[in-house]
């Protein structure tokens, strides 16, 4: 009983205070990749752990009553748990009481959590059928909007093969995972980019679908509408979809190029395309950033101030030191905590 106490005891201690330490090391995206990876991980431990724990209790139940209800006693009181206590009806009845609570909270909790990733994904299916059923392919009303600097055919249609324009004066692109999935543009979007801003842009939107960044934000959104209390649930969301969004700017960096990137997120963010060569001066004096999102700041100054090498290597080092430590740790208590707890219950 007390392994399964002990944790039940680290996930708690991982989700109230590993977030902080988490944010800290991720809060400039120094490392987007193993950022992600290092809040998933954190996340999934969590969620392990407890499963643990609950799988303990209700294995102990059904092997036999008189036995948990001595393994809990003597967790809790030690030695002064004496036969006559944990076999009364009065303490029976309460850790009844107990058990009967803590199964229909974890059914529940898990019914809500279903229920939401299932709306989200019924919401995103919904979205993606209208958007194919009322935009028109890319390369249809795409090519009017790039004026004069218009890529060639076979050019075009590599750059848009999965993307549909809708009518809106808003500059906007974003992704819609599915079968298929399908990335969404703006008019007001090809209105104020470039041939190779837009195809900057898809590369972004491409890598949000190539790594799942949809279903990774859902699934951790509803955990945070299944456990509003739980600090490493309820920031961790934002936290994944920040790093998405850093990682697939790197993506895009790769196919594109930084410069391209930047200008591509300031004329999406402000609605104006600016030149290049005033790229930096208007992003630096805060001309095109005035106008953005926080989020598009934070990725525009990472984009503009790359890490050095030697920073990169430290945070990466830290961050790969975490998520093992989480990982390692999780796993050793599934692994041993169960037979340890049972052992522990039979023995006594």
């Known amino acids: 009983m007390r392994p399964a106490l002990l944790v039940f005891a680290y996930a708690m201690a991982v989700a109230w205070f590993v977030p902080p330490l988490l944010t800290r090391l991720t809060a400039r995206g120094i490392s987007a990749r193993l950022g992600l990876t290092a809040w998933l991980t954190a996340m999934a431990s969590v969620l392990a752990c407890a499963t643990v724990a609950l799988e303990f209790l209700v294995r102990a139940a059904a092997s036999g009553w008189p036995g948990l209800a001595e393994a809990v006693c003597r967790s809790v009181a030690g030695q002064a748990c004496t036969p006559t206590f944990y076999r009364s009806a009065l303490f029976e009845a309460g850790l009844g009481a107990a058990a009967i609570v803590a199964a229909l909270a974890a059914a529940v909790l898990a019914w809500h959590y279903g229920r939401s990733v299932q709306q989200a994904r019924r919401r995103t299916r919904a979205h993606a059928e209208a958007a194919r059923m009322t935009g028109r392919r890319l390369p249809d009303a795409g090519a009017p909007a790039l004026g004069a600097a218009v890529l060639d055919a076979a050019a075009l249609d590599a750059v848009v093969l999965d993307a549909v324009v809708l009518d ?181």
């Open 168 to 348: 809106a004066p808003q500059a906007v692109a974003y992704c819609v995972g599915g079968r298929p999935a399908t990335i969404v543009l703006t008019t007001g979007a090809l209105a104020v980019l470039d041939p190779a801003q837009l195809s900057a842009v898809l590369a972004h939107e491409r890598a949000h679908l190539a790594g799942r960044h949809h279903l990774l934000i859902a699934l951790t959104r509803a955990l945070a509408v299944s456990f509003p209390a739980v600090p490493l649930f309820t920031r961790g969301p934002d936290e994944v979809a920040r790093l998405a969004e850093m990682r697939a700017d790197d993506a895009a960096v790769r196919r594109s190029g930084r410069r391209t990137l930047i200008a591509a997120l300031l004329a999406m963010s402000t609605g104006t395309s600016l030149p290049a060569a005033a790229l930096r001066t208007a992003a630096l004096t805060g001309t095109a950033l005035g106008a953005t999102a926080c989020a598009v700041t934070d990725r525009v100054q990472r984009l503009l101030e790359p890490p050095r090498r030697g920073r990169r290597a430290r945070y990466g080092a830290a961050l790969v030191t975490v998520t093992l430590l989480l990982a390692l740790l999780s796993g050793l208590a599934a692994a041993f905590a169960g037979p340890l707890a049972a052992h522990g219950l039979h023995a006594g």
